[in-house]
């Protein structure tokens, strides 16, 4: 854990902002990017559509597979777009 809290402080000592999206077993990302201090230099908002429709709701539309890589990058887009929104005078990125 020692490593990732060091990764999340350069994170938030970073210019970028984002809002972090996350479903399944990814959403203790959330609470452990959230735990170290400073995260609200880089974290606009963070979601956590889970259930089906939460995440049709969240698209705007039912994927046609709600674990597959085109329904993963429609979120993704969906928090780059809303980051670039909130903020237009940062930087919004995309972690990975």
Same mark, same amino acid.
């Not at 990302?29 to 201090?37: E, G, T």
């Not at 990058?73 to 929104?85: D, T």
């Given at each position: 854990?020692?490593?990732?809290?060091?990764?999340? $402080? =350069?994170?938030?000592?970073?210019?970028?902002?984002?809002?972090?999206?996350?479903?399944?077993?990814?959403?203790?990302?959330?609470?452990?990017?959230? =735990?170290?201090?400073? *995260?609200?230099?880089?974290?606009?908002?963070?979601?956590?559509?889970? *259930?089906?429709?939460?995440?049709?709701?969240?698209?705007? $539309?039912?994927?046609?597979?709600?674990?597959?890589?085109?329904?993963?990058?429609?979120? *993704? *887009?969906?928090?780059?777009?809303?980051? =670039?929104?909130?903020?237009?005078?940062?930087?919004?990125?995309?972690?990975?």
């Amino acid at each position: 854990m020692t490593d990732q809290i060091e990764i999340i $402080k =350069k994170i938030h000592n970073s210019p970028f902002r984002f809002v972090i999206v996350s479903s399944g077993g990814g959403t203790n990302a959330i609470s452990n990017i959230l =735990k170290v201090p400073g *995260a609200s230099q880089s974290v606009l908002e963070a979601h956590v559509p889970y *259930a089906k429709e939460s995440i049709d709701h969240y698209l705007l $539309k039912e994927p046609d597979h709600y674990c597959s890589l085109d329904t993963t990058l429609s979120i *993704a *887009a969906k928090a780059y777009s809303a980051a =670039k929104k909130i903020d237009q005078s940062s930087h919004p990125g995309i972690f990975t």
